[in-house]
């Protein structure tokens, strides 16, 4: 059985999902990010595990289910985040963000059987999912994130290494606006795509609260 990580920030306004303001304002940024967490979470708890961590730079908040070790962020990049988070796992891991709300149960549930690693890359050239048969937080550090490369450089350590990497599907983060709307339509019965609806259907001006 496999340590399902979930790293994430808390919804705060102003904290999360910034390039969606404009055209949504902070609020409704941390209540799309805030859906998009939920969303996330409860694929995670539907996936058999040895073990569920939310991973967190913040508070937990109501939009936290049960059965999740929560554990801080250390400080640094986020590539020393990420392999933070691997360091404490002492058996196969994978991990994922709080951008893909379009997740399921099946997608994450990973098996190690021939291969030593998953990789999950986004559509914007970086990564969703990363997978460790056996984790080691030195494959993370000192990858270049937020860049349309990150997941080349990322997958390409992972080769380097001599390890057996299983490519899993292509997904889309949420980044921006029009990344919502696509995500939305690929998961329209979620938290995610009803709390976009809301957004649209009262929207707020630009940096203002409800």
């Given at each position: ?136 937080p030195a494959l993370l ?70």
């Amino acid at each position: 059985m496999t340590t399902l990580l979930v790293i994430a920030k808390e919804p705060l306004p102003g904290r999360v999902k910034t390039r969606l303001t404009p055209p949504f304002s902070p609020a409704e940024a941390a209540e799309l990010a805030e859906a998009a967490l939920a969303d996330t979470l409860r694929a995670v708890a539907a996936t058999p595990a040895t073990r569920r961590v939310l991973v967190l730079d913040g508070s937990p908040g109501p939009w936290l289910p049960p059965g999740f070790d929560v554990v801080p962020q250390c400080a640094g990049g986020l590539d020393l985040r990420l392999a933070d988070a691997f360091a404490r796992c002492a058996g196969p891991a994978l991990l994922i963000g709080m951008d893909t709300p379009q997740v399921t149960p099946e997608l994450l549930t990973v098996d190690f059987a021939g291969y030593d690693a998953c990789f999950g890359p986004a559509e914007d050239g970086g990564f969703w999912a990363l997978g460790l048969a056996e984790p080691d937080p030195a494959l993370l550090r000192g990858v270049p994130m937020s860049t349309p490369w990150t997941g080349a450089v990322q997958r390409r350590r992972l080769v380097a290494a001599g390890l057996r990497v299983r490519e899993l599907p292509r997904l889309r983060d949420v980044d921006t606006a029009a990344d919502a709307v696509a995500v939305a339509g690929r998961a329209p019965h979620g938290r995610f795509a009803a709390r976009l609806a809301r957004c649209a259907e009262h929207p707020c001006g630009p940096g203002t609260g409800r």
